[in-house]
């Protein structure tokens, strides 16, 4: 399993448009982390808008794995693109709630989100 974390993978001087579209379109899933703090991100819109472009030209795969760290998905975020925020409130949105401090429900839900990442066929 191969993985691209932006902060970390990211090339310098490499434009940025291309270094997202380049990790959303090489990887057979995209993990999303819902929270306050990333949702409203210009970047974060951008990557997710090529995300679920891409999804619709493979006929409806399904590469994005959301992950709420708070309820701002579900209860405040209002993206401009509403179909975006449709596609991701109609997918199974893990639960990492509160598990930066409940070491129980973090490995939980980590098991779950290991299953989910080592299945081989994207549905």
Not at 76 to 97: G, H, I, S, Y
Request: aromatic share 8%.
């Amino acid at each position: 399993m191969t993985t691209f974390f932006f902060a970390e993978h990211a090339e310098a001087g490499e434009k940025l448009h291309r270094m997202m579209r380049k990790g959303i379109n090489e990887h057979d899933r995209v993990l999303l982390i819902c929270s306050k703090n990333s949702l409203d991100r210009k970047g974060v819109l951008n990557e997710l808008e090529e995300l679920l472009a891409r999804e619709a030209r493979d006929g409806g795969a399904s590469y994005l794995i959301p992950i709420r760290l708070d309820n701002y998905v579900f209860t405040e975020w209002k993206p401009l693109n509403t179909d975006v925020a449709q596609a991701v409130r109609d997918r199974v949105v893990a639960d990492f709630e509160g598990a930066d401090r409940d070491d129980a429900k973090f490995q939980a839900g980590l098991q779950k989100l290991i299953r989910v990442l080592r299945r081989k066929t994207v549905e």
